[in-house]
């Protein structure tokens, strides 16, 4: 792959096309690959949900869709479908209806499952930087499995930005693999910070305190996350390998707090599998050889993200049983995330020297009216983390520590971290379970 710049170039024209034209490519039932959030194609999506109705069972695989295309109504499901791999906003109500597909999944083996054939790959959409001279497209906002798509797909249309950054990493694709390009200048979509309250800053509070300085970081989106962020600001040689590469790390980055000095994989780089965040983040990617974006069965991987040291994983649930089992994507059978990384970084901060990874969750929900600390995980719901796998629970009440416990002493532990109005009953339904 060592083309003229020349014919590089007319590899590109022959290529380009409108995202209209790109539709022809498809076919009844194929299964379109797209990267996760940001990374997914905005106009090649628009045109597929605007002509939806001239295909028949054709899916659309994603995490965390960002924008509600026409092809999450149920009343053209038929033709044209998402399948979730990890729901959002913008799926959940499909998922909860029943008219969008979900597919179970630990985040770092998808490319593993497309590899295999158990989950089909026919086509690829996805966003991409703009072309270098060899030939070369990034797909940073979403290495993740999409690489392993790009491998096995018939069909692969990439939708150019010159916005997009062009990474280092095992994210690049040639113009000699593409089918189809199309282009769009239009900026990135953003994702600012979420809105951090006194509960959020009290969890955050108690992480923070246990990250010793040279740490290395595994921080999810969402508010208690971004609040231990805020409190690492006087940490010294910080280190990131994570699946996602959002702002909270980039504030660390500013303030000198991460240097990747002191990881023992990969060290002086910061690695991630997909990036979310602000168009000031999608600039510091570019060319930026502290960063580097990788395919989530490497990034993900227990054993490889394992590999450094004092890794932290910090990770949030909806729900935490008095055995410490996570329900951390559906409320009772109702999906509404999914798992994501989660399992995949407990597990690797369990193996890491010196690491730790926490779960983290408000005390209570509904304005207080319900416990999230419960005897049992309501029925339905779709258990996430197991009791072999978790660490640390922390809420606003403090810390419990789960791991070489015995069930009497977890319970004791997880209702001393209850919200106070809620400890009594628990203790009755613990006695009753013949755990006291």
Not at 92 to 104: A, E, H, K, M, Y
Not at 123 to 142: P, R, T, Y
Not at 160 to 180: E, M, R
């Amino acid at each position: 792959m060592h083309a003229s710049p020349d014919h590089v170039s007319q590899q590109y024209a022959a290529r380009r096309m409108q995202a209209a034209d790109a539709l022809d490519l498809l076919r009844d039932g194929d299964m379109i690959i797209v990267p996760t959030g940001a990374g997914e194609p905005p106009t090649l999506l628009t045109a597929l949900s605007e002509q939806r109705q001239r295909f028949n069972d054709i899916k659309v695989a994603q995490i965390l869709a960002m924008r509600k295309f026409g092809y999450f109504e149920q009343a053209t499901a038929r033709h044209v479908r998402h399948a979730a791999l990890f729901f959002g906003g913008a799926s959940r109500p499909g998922g909860q209806g029943g008219w969008c597909d979900f597919i179970p999944n630990y985040f770092s083996e998808i490319p593993v499952m497309i590899e295999r054939d158990l989950m089909p790959a026919d086509v690829v959409f996805a966003m991409a930087s703009s072309m270098n001279e060899q030939g070369w497209f990034a797909i940073s906002l979403g290495a993740d499995y999409t690489m392993a798509a790009v491998a096995k797909a018939r069909v692969i249309v990439l939708e150019v930005n010159p916005n997009v950054p062009f990474a280092h990493g095992a994210c690049h694709v040639h113009i000699s693999q593409i089918h189809g390009l199309v282009e769009n200048s239009e900026p990135v979509i953003e994702v600012g910070l979420p809105v951090i309250g006194p509960v959020q800053e009290a969890i955050g509070k108690y992480v923070a305190e246990m990250i010793p300085d040279g740490a290395t970081l595994q921080i999810g989106y969402g508010g208690i996350p971004d609040a231990v962020v805020m409190q690492l600001t006087h940490k010294h040689d910080l280190g990131v390998h994570t699946e996602m590469l959002g702002d909270g790390i980039l504030s660390l980055v500013e303030c000198g707090a991460i240097t990747n000095r002191k990881k023992t994989l990969l060290p002086g780089r910061m690695v991630a599998t997909f990036a979310l965040g602000s168009k000031k983040l999608y600039q510091f990617m570019h060319h930026n050889p502290m960063v580097e974006m990788h395919p989530s069965n490497f990034t993900n991987d227990p054993y490889n993200a394992g590999l450094n040291d004092n890794l932290i994983s910090i990770n949030a649930s909806l729900q935490v049983d008095l055995l410490g089992q996570c329900g951390s994507e559906s409320i009772a059978h109702l999906p509404y995330s999914g798992t994501g990384g989660q399992v995949d970084f407990v597990r690797a901060a369990n193996r890491s020297r010196g690491g730790k990874s926490f779960i983290v969750l408000p005390s209570t929900a509904k304005d207080g009216s319900i416990s999230r600390i419960v005897p049992t995980l309501t029925p339905g719901t779709h258990a996430t983390t197991s009791k072999n796998d978790v660490n640390y629970v922390v809420t606003e009440y403090g810390v419990a520590q789960l791991r070489g416990k015995s069930a009497r002493q977890r319970a004791q532990a997880l209702i001393g971290i209850a919200h106070p109005d809620f400890r009594a009953e628990l203790r009755a339904a613990a006695d009753r379970m013949c755990v006291f």
